[in-house]
């Protein structure tokens, strides 16, 4: 069993700054692309930023320059490191990663329960 445990969400006003993080525990013999997603009340979620396992990073249009993504592969962690944060950064954010397990020998992708990010005044 997988668990992705997301965490870092917090109120935060207009032009501020916060740090996600997401560990991933359980039977993980490797772990492949990880990402970020966010969502809205009424809306599609959608792709905020995701890493490869060798660093290769790719980033939605509207949060190019502010938000940086990385990953610590001896902690099975990804961090999210959003700065000059807008009210429209608010949302849910959710953690994905596709990873592959020794027991049983699967290959699948995983989410977060997420973790809520509002930017307000």
């Known amino acids: 069993q997988v668990q992705l445990v997301e965490s870092g969400g917090d109120l935060v006003q207009p032009g501020g700054s916060l740090r996600l993080s997401c560990v991933a525990s359980g039977s993980i013999s490797s772990i492949y692309t990880m990402g970020w997603y966010r969502q809205t009340p009424g809306y599609q979620r959608e792709l905020v930023a995701r890493i490869g396992n060798y660093g290769n990073t790719n980033y939605a249009d509207p949060v190019k320059g502010r938000f940086t993504i990385s990953r610590d592969n001896a902690k099975n962690t990804v961090y999210l490191e959003m700065n000059s944060l807008k009210p429209e950064d608010t949302a849910i954010y959710y953690c994905?990663?596709?990873?592959?397990?020794?027991?049983?020998?699967?290959?699948?992708?995983?989410w977060g329960q997420g973790t809520q990010v509002t930017v307000s005044s």
């Open positions: 994905n990663a596709d990873i592959r397990t020794t027991l049983p020998m699967t290959f699948a992708n995983y």
